[in-house]
């Protein structure tokens, strides 16, 4: 079944849950806007630099402001006693400052509304956790849910979704009704929570074993490697805990079984999988004489990163400290390729890594705003988890390696829309819940 045919039935769907995030009590609301973020309904070929989807505005603008307002009355103030909702505020102002003396006036405006997204969505994760509306069971519910949606995707519709037109025979991948790259780091989100706080049992087991072939299948070279990451983190975590001999007892298992896992996932890749972008990846180091040129989207985006390089290096001492202006990456993609400009090109998601995107488009000040807010996260987290023990704390830095990885390889920044949008909103969302007001309630105690 091609994507428009699809469509036909993703589009009902869409809308529905449209209906069930603005209307329905929150219980019912904050889950399908989380799942809502599943459903993709741009056509192929979506000029997304010149126009702007109606269903798009309705996910990322629409939606994201009604369930603001129902949940307005819970103070939110609080979370500015944070330091990374300050920074990510001052980021989100100077984008919007920045779209002053651009020259791309739609895409720099689609951009605030990314960021406006984002920024409501973690208000509503926040207030949704610290009511109980987000828990634990709601969780796994949404896993397993998401997953049943994969299953239907790839392999009874066909997967028009997990297989880009004109792709290489190391196309196919695991995904819902999304493209694999938003599926994948959402996938790896659930993990991280059901490992911390799924209910102990064959239940979480069968839960986080399907989490982790999902990962497998869908393919994110970078995702797969975040989730070695995260599983140490969380080890070495849960290890540091407990403490003592069985603290180390408890590391010692889990670093052995996560090795063999990692092993045997890579045989069973090399032999059924040919066709996976993990097996391409490892051919191309594997192989005598394999270069970036062997790996899907490897190499345009390594000449997209040499001409930022380039264009900053020559640039004047006023746009090297205030950028070119919001969305100005469109000549970029243009220089590499002259078949692209600002109508064939999403201004927002050429560059394929916001450090160098920020430092392109918003100059020195704002590169470091960004820098700054995600150092802030790291910083809170660690501090956190070593002076209470806070599994908050222990989920972010578990999450940590993906944020850092898809900011130097994905556009996170305008991905509020998306599942791995979706994903980052509820793990920071998670961790402010924890660490805001005066009772100092944490998860791990409050689920």
């Not at 208000?123 to 849910?145: D, E, N, P, Q």
């Not at 092993?263 to 180091?285: D, H, I, M, Q």
């Not at 956190?384 to 900011?407: E, M, N, R, Y």
Request: aromatic share 12%.
């Amino acid at each position: 079944m091609d994507t428009s045919s699809v469509l036909w039935i993703v589009t009902p769907a869409l809308w529905v849950l449209c209906a069930v995030s603005a209307f329905m009590p929150l219980s019912w609301a904050i889950p399908a806007y989380i799942m809502l973020a599943q459903l993709d309904i741009t056509p192929m070929g979506f000029e997304g630099g010149a126009a702007v989807g109606f269903a798009n505005v309705m996910k990322i603008m629409v939606v994201p402001t009604i369930l603001y307002l129902r949940v307005r009355r819970d103070p939110v103030r609080g979370v500015l006693s944070l330091r990374f909702p300050q920074f990510w505020l001052l980021f989100v102002s100077y984008v919007a400052v920045a779209s002053i003396w651009t020259d791309f006036r739609l895409p720099a405006l689609k951009m605030i509304g990314f960021l406006y997204a984002y920024t409501l969505i973690f208000l509503v994760f926040f207030h949704s956790w610290r009511s109980g509306t987000l828990k634990t069971s709601v969780i796994t519910a949404i896993a397993w849910v998401s997953m049943a949606l994969a299953v239907t995707q790839s392999y009874l519709l066909g997967n028009p979704y997990g297989t880009p037109p004109g792709g290489s025979d190391y196309a196919l991948q695991f995904t819902s009704f999304i493209d694999a790259q938003s599926f994948a780091p959402f996938l790896l989100i659930l993990l991280i929570f059901q490992v911390l706080y799924g209910p102990k049992g064959w239940s979480r087991t069968a839960l986080c074993g399907s989490l982790v072939i999902a990962i497998l299948l869908a393919a994110s070279r970078y995702v797969l490697v975040s989730t070695a990451m995260a599983l140490l983190i969380l080890s070495g975590g849960t290890a540091y805990l407990k403490g003592g001999w069985n603290g180390l007892q408890s590391l010692m298992k889990t670093g052995t079984t996560i090795l063999i896992v990692t092993l045997v996932l890579a045989w069973a890749v090399g032999k059924y999988f040919p066709t996976s972008r993990v097996n391409e990846a490892l051919s191309a180091v594997v192989n005598r004489g394999g270069s970036a040129d062997d790996i899907v989207n490897l190499a345009w985006r390594l000449q997209m990163y040499q001409q930022v390089e380039y264009e900053v290096r020559t640039r004047g001492p006023r746009q090297l400290f205030a950028g070119a202006g919001t969305s100005s990456g469109t000549v970029l993609m243009n220089a590499i390729n002259p078949l692209y400009d600002e109508d064939t090109a999403d201004a927002n998601r050429v560059v394929h890594n916001e450090y160098l995107r920020a430092l392109y488009e918003w100059g020195i000040l704002g590169c470091t705003l960004l820098i700054l807010f995600v150092g802030s996260i790291f910083r809170a987290a660690v501090v956190d988890f070593l002076k209470i023990g806070s599994l908050p704390s222990l989920a972010c830095l578990a999450a940590f390696p993906l944020i850092i990885t898809g900011l130097g390889i994905e556009n996170i920044l305008s991905a509020s829309g998306r599942p791995h949008g979706m994903g980052y909103a509820l793990i920071l969302s998670c961790y402010a819940s924890a660490h805001v007001g005066t009772d100092d309630r944490r998860l791990a105690v409050s689920i």
